[in-house]
């Protein structure tokens, strides 16, 4: 399954801003079955650490069977977030 997660805005800076996109997610387009999430950061323009982290770490929690991969990884802001959580 492929989140897009410029779909929850381009300037996604706060942890509970993280948190409550993931609730969203979950509610709304994930499947419980999923085997394998692939995070696209298409239109993201900012991204921080604690944002990121909510999101991944409540999704691996939850999911904790599922694949996390990760695409449209180039933006600094994306990739040196990614970085600094471990993801």
Same mark, same amino acid.
């Given at each position: ?10 300037? +996604? ?6 948190? %409550?996109? /993931? ?12 085997? %394998? /999430? =692939? +995070? ?6 900012? +991204? ?6 909510? /999101? =991944?770490? *409540?999704?691996?929690?939850? /999911?904790?069977?599922?694949? =996390?991969?990760?695409? *449209? ?8 977030? +990614?970085?600094? =959580?471990?993801?």
């Amino acid at each position: 399954m492929i989140i897009k997660i410029g779909d929850f805005g381009n300037n +996604l800076v706060s942890r509970p801003e993280g948190r %409550e996109a /993931f609730l969203s997610a979950r509610a709304y387009i994930i499947d419980k079955e999923e085997k %394998e /999430f =692939v +995070l696209d950061f298409t239109g993201v323009e900012v +991204l921080t650490p604690s944002w990121i982290d909510e /999101f =991944v770490s *409540n999704l691996k929690k939850e /999911f904790s069977q599922a694949e =996390v991969s990760y695409k *449209n990884t180039d933006n600094p802001s994306v990739s040196e977030s +990614l970085k600094w =959580v471990g993801k």
